[in-house]
DNA sequence: AACTCAGGCAACCGCGGGTAT
DNA sequence: GATACCCGCGGTTGCCTGAGT
């Protein structure tokens, strides 16, 4: 049986001969690919044109990078799979060269084992139940012990969430150069579901607040909610760091209005993550959490780019090289 | 050398969203 | 608005290969 799209036709399926790669790669360089569905005919080949397509996405396309994942790859992975769940496809955006198909292989044959050799649900990155731990194998223990590529895998509640775009619409040289977000903040819905007992509740983050020169972000009731002790946990990396919730770490220079501007909307679908910020005399940003994560996507995401956790020490700020495509 | 098994990878399948008619 | 078609995505399957016995 083959793809809905081509039952009607005699197709071939199955792997690729050099053959087949040859006729398409020639194809597709000399014409494009307007229309997969008549890429197989015009090309002569026996396939579907979704067959086509995946072959040339995930094999023949010339800027595919081959070979293992380098370390910071797999780093990545990590980071923004602890947002995004499985967008493999938006994953893959932050690897240039790297396939869907391939972040989500990697995924499920090896990052996935590592998680839960370190006791961390591959889900919602936090740390499973020991008794599930020990399903899985007992080795939560080994999470301690990492001083290597492991060190990836961190569970999120010392991990305080960052971001950092050094390459985009910002200069870091002109300020606004630290900012950390808890993970609780940056999660994503499915993450919200399955974390709703034991982390961010959007109450507890509908005032945040960023205040001019020194600018700092707070969230009300933060000492009172218990969903917030998941983020307390995060002040070892100096991100809050008093029974108030005040996160002191975080700067913002104000004098940069331009990227307060930029600032000054971030829809995120139809959920909108207020992100306002206001004049420079009152900054004012409000937040909740259930980030519609669509905020992703290249022009919604996170326009001013520029995150960076500047205390996150000891690799707290797994994400410093994340590029984001805004 | 032969066999088994697990891991990695490529490809398929089905679904949802977008667009054209 | 309804329908058909196409594309892209995520989940799953099945093949290939190498390690272990």
Redesign the pocket.
Known sequence: ?????CSKHK??????SPEE?EKLFNYITAHG???????PKEAGLQ?????C???W???LKPDLK?G?FSVEEERIIVDVHRI??????????HLPGR????V???W???IK?KLIAQGLDPKTHNLMPASKTSTYGGAAAAATTGNNSDEIFQSPTTAPFTISSPNKGFDRAKGFDKMAIPPTLMAPPQSNVALHDQTAVPAALSDLQCRDSHVLMSFANASSSPSLGHMNAASSSSFINDQNGFMDDCVWDSTDMEHFEALNQIEVGDKVQTCTLGNEKGLMMEAYCGFDLEMMDDSSLLPCGDFYNGGGGGGGGSMEQLQWHC
Request: proline residues 0%.
């Open positions: 049986m083959g793809h809905h799209c197709v071939k399926r199955g792997l690729w790669d690919h307007a229309c997969w569905s008549t890429v396939r579907c044109g979704k067959s397509r995946l072959r996405m995930n094999y081959r293992s995004l769940g499985n967008r493999w496809a938006q994953i893959a955006k396939t869907d198909n391939e989500k292989n990697f499920n044959s090896c084992k």
